[in-house]
């Protein structure tokens, strides 16, 4: 599957954005999928990740309240509403597609088999 992930901007803290990550090749439904942040100087980092029915969302602890995952099979597209941002969450974000069965470990980079090119997010104080 590959993955294209768009909507990044410069916002002012307290904005919002919303990521859309587009996919194609193989049913986009077949994949949990996650987004995944990387800022200057630092390793890239669990954001959020949802379950191949949505039936299950993790969020990581300094966006849980602000930020929500979305998917919409049809369309092959995931999302992440992203509010009340703060400078702090500035970085590039990319999604990714798990293949596996069960999504055991959501929070974890590895477990992640395709990714997208990112998307630039840059909140301004």
């Known amino acids: 599957v590959q993955l294209q992930a768009f909507g990044g901007g410069l916002v002012q803290a307290g904005g919002s954005l919303r990521l859309s990550c587009a996919a194609s090749?193989?049913?986009?439904?077949?994949?949990?999928t996650g987004w995944f942040r990387q800022a200057p100087g630092k390793v890239r980092e669990f954001v959020a990740a949802?379950?191949?029915?949505?039936?299950?969302?993790y969020y990581a602890d300094s966006v849980k309240g602000r930020f929500t995952i979305s998917r919409d099979n049809a369309k092959n597209a995931v999302y992440l509403q992203m509010n009340s941002l703060e400078p702090e969450d500035t970085a590039v974000y990319y999604c990714?597609?798990?293949?596996?069965?069960?999504?055991?470990?959501?929070?974890?980079?590895?477990?992640?088999?395709?990714w997208g090119q990112g998307t630039q997010v840059t909140v301004s104080s």
């Open positions: 990714a597609a798990d293949r596996s069965y069960y999504n055991h470990y959501p929070d974890v980079l590895g477990e992640y088999d395709y």
């Open positions: 090749g193989r049913p986009f439904n077949n994949y949990h």
């Open positions: 949802i379950s191949r029915n949505s039936r299950n969302t």
